[in-house]
């Protein structure tokens, strides 16, 4: 039998890795919620009358407050993210992403009959708690269960399943944006939340949190189930083998103790990385067109907002669309480029195109500007999209794992939210050139990671956290690098120090 640590993708360990995206998926209709039907809620743009008790519109004359409306949702996230962190490592991830979704129940209930903007802004907070428990799950679920070779590919879900819940509810807010039917949006996202809580149970825990609690019976019948067809003795051993050691170092750390240094190895650098690149992507201006592209477009179009489907919100969806195709044109990319190659290549296209964007705004070129939306949301999928949601299950021990990835989301969520607030009013006041801004940090995230971030494809993540752990370092240079798995006879061995 093939040895298991060389296998590719597995049926089961997609069918795992689904049932774990509805959470992100969740998270992603949540943003979209707010894009089409923005000018409805915002502006009132139909009128303001009444249906029963509840009013057609929340009425918001201020941007900053709408963008707080907005970025909330990213703040709940955070706490999500944050909570999350404790529960996983006590009760697991299949109790984390079950339980956490029903919070969605309670987000939709709260925003499909909300009356007035404190009601509306708790509904966002809350549904933003369970997104954030999700992704915070998700990416270190998906980095247990699968192979390296698995990794690949499986580590774009969350970006993956974000966008197919952007570009589905753009499709529905087409039909749904005008009131009252706006309410229904908000509303199906209890009902994913309830779908998550039924089918997750189904999917199998992750073997690695099951030997941390000493179950190794169930986790090597979890582990033969991921590695259908293969022998699994090695990879099981593999996994004991390393959660002993690091238990005789440490127990699981937390979030404090990382940030803090307190670990046995030296997680500065993977600590830098996952921060940064994070930072980066929320930095390089992705939420500024996934929150307002309807906005942005319509400056160009200039189209009667209560003429409901717009060309701007037509456009929207069709940027959705094009959006999920290149984030699953990423993970198949991730299976032949590395991750640094394809960061580079993203976040240097992206700065080009904000570059462009300008240039058309500022001449007034609708077509160009609609265009470099549609490149700049497309090729953000290539790689910022995806590849930061999983360099903490690629870069860190198993013991730091959980607080190094609620580290990077908490950074991402933070950095969402300011984006979120500071956007309206930094476009009223730099209108056609806003996007130099995002230029810029795009130039900046291509030198880090030339400069920073190490190539973890089909690498095993102890060979890399062994090379790595030495404290912030440029690695550019061949005393960094770490070798590849090529076959059953030629596993990793991991360069010197």
Request: proline share 4%; aromatic share 12%; charged share 15%.
């Amino acid at each position: 039998m093939v040895d298991s640590r060389t296998l590719g993708i597995t049926k089961y360990q997609v069918f795992c890795t689904v049932l774990a995206a509805i959470g992100s998926f969740n998270f992603g209709w949540n943003i979209g919620t707010v894009n089409i039907p923005g000018d409805v809620l915002q502006n009132c743009v139909t009128g303001h009358k009444y249906y029963g008790r509840f009013p057609s519109c929340i009425g918001i004359s201020s941007g900053v407050v709408w963008g707080i409306i907005v970025g909330c949702y990213a703040l709940g996230a955070l706490l999500g993210a944050i909570i999350s962190n404790p529960v996983i490592d006590r009760k697991g991830y299949k109790f984390t992403l079950s339980w956490f979704a029903l919070l969605n129940v309670v987000g939709a209930l709260l925003l499909s009959l909300t009356t007035k903007v404190p009601q509306f802004i708790i509904g966002r907070i809350v549904v933003g708690v369970a997104a954030g428990a999700a992704n915070n799950a998700l990416s270190t679920y998906v980095s247990d269960i699968t192979t390296p070779r698995a990794r690949n590919v499986l580590s774009g879900v969350v970006q993956f399943a974000c966008n197919f819940g952007i570009m589905l509810d753009n499709a529905c807010a087409l039909g749904l944006a005008p009131p009252p039917r706006w309410r229904i949006l908000f509303a199906l996202t209890g009902v994913f939340g309830l779908i998550n809580f039924i089918l997750f149970p189904f999917a199998s825990e992750s073997p690695k949190w099951l030997v941390s609690k000493g179950k190794y019976e169930e986790a090597r019948q979890a582990l033969t189930r991921f590695r259908k067809g293969a022998d699994v003795d090695v990879e099981f051993n593999d996994i004991v083998r390393i959660h002993q050691e690091n238990k005789e170092r440490t127990e699981d750390v937390n979030v404090y103790q990382v940030l803090r240094g307190d670990t046995p190895h030296n997680l500065r650098h993977q600590l830098l990385c996952v921060s940064a690149l994070m930072f980066f992507q929320q930095l390089c201006g992705i939420n500024a067109v996934i929150f307002y592209s309807t906005q942005i477009i319509n400056k160009s179009t200039k189209d009667d907002p209560a003429d409901i489907p717009t060309l701007a919100q037509i456009l929207t969806w069709v940027i959705s669309m094009v959006a999920l195709i290149f984030t699953f044109a990423g993970m198949v990319l991730g299976a032949y480029f590395g991750r640094r190659t394809l960061l580079m290549f993203s976040h240097a296209t992206m700065a080009l195109f904000s570059a462009i964007l300008v240039a058309g705004s500022v001449t007034n070129v609708t077509a160009l500007v609609v265009t470099m939306v549609f490149l700049f949301n497309a090729f953000f999928n290539l790689g910022v999209g995806p590849i930061p949601w999983a360099t903490a299950g690629e870069m860190t021990p198993r013991y730091a794992m959980t607080a190094m990835s609620a580290i990077g989301t908490g950074i991402g969520y933070t950095f969402t939210f300011v984006i979120g607030v500071i956007f309206p009013p930094m476009q009223d006041a730099w209108q056609n050139y806003t996007f130099f801004f995002f230029m810029a940090w795009n130039l900046a995230a291509v030198t880090f990671v030339f400069l920073f971030v190490p190539e973890t494809k089909d690498r095993p993540i102890e060979d890399t956290v062994k090379v790595h752990s030495c404290g912030i370092h440029f690695v550019v240079g061949k005393k960094w690098k770490v070798d590849a798995i090529k076959n059953n006879d030629d596993m990793v061995v991991p360069a010197d120090v």
